[in-house]
């Protein structure tokens, strides 16, 4: 059972935590193994109320340890309203992908899935590191299973992923708030347009609530 300190022990838990992450190798010793070194990306702390839950670094979050370093970082700091410097405030923004590492490229060039390592090791300590995070936005489809799984929220087996976003109303009532969204990568311009609803109607909400969490 995970133990839940607070105040100064809290963060120092946390810090600990990180660090043990950050120094992680085992999935460069697993008998599918990464196919490089490791590199753990991720931004916590004891004081973020927002958290951002996404996929796993790209080859170029992995070479710069930045994660959403990139025209797709460009289009979710639009969606959110901020400015880099607020984005990457760590004291402010968690930033936890459901893999730390980028997990190589497939035969085709494209990203593999996240590792399950991580999930498997620390996911679930490390959200139970962090008590006060108040939203947690969901950024594709791994990290919406395990996030809705793991707070209990209830969603349609097999529903896609326009469904679960078009319900971003009824799952603001969860605790902590969760808000999917899709992956803000250029590739899915096209869904965006097909879809104008989530510019005008989830959007603004977006915005607010993340006004309401991180700015001063």
């Not at 979710?76 to 923004?93: K, Q």
């Amino acid at each position: 059972m995970t133990t839940i300190l607070s105040g100064p022990d809290e963060a120092a838990a946390l810090d600990e935590l990180v660090a043990r992450i950050r120094a992680c190798r085992i999935c460069r010793e697993a008998d599918n193994a990464l196919p490089h070194e490791p590199r753990p990306v991720l931004r916590a702390s004891s004081t973020a109320r927002l958290l951002i839950a996404s996929q796993a670094p790209g080859v170029r979050a992995h070479a710069s340890g930045l994660t959403f370093d990139d025209p797709s970082g460009d289009r979710l700091r639009g969606w959110l309203g901020l400015d880099r410097e607020t984005f990457y405030d760590e004291s402010r923004i968690a930033i936890v992908p459901m893999g730390f590492c980028f997990p190589g490229h497939d035969s085709r060039k494209g990203d593999l899935p996240p590792r399950r390592e991580c999930r498997q090791n620390w996911h679930d300590d490390l959200f139970a590191a962090m008590p006060q995070i108040e939203t947690i936005l969901l950024v594709g489809g791994y990290a919406q299973a395990y996030h809705f799984r793991r707070l209990g929220v209830d969603v349609p087996r097999g529903a896609s992923l326009t469904q679960i976003v078009r319900d971003w109303p009824a799952l603001l009532s969860a605790t902590p708030k969760v808000l999917p969204l899709p992956h803000p990568s250029w590739r899915n311009s096209g869904w965006l347009k097909k879809n104008p609803w989530f510019e005008t109607e989830a959007l603004p909400v977006l915005r607010a609530e993340t006004a309401r969490l991180v700015k001063a």
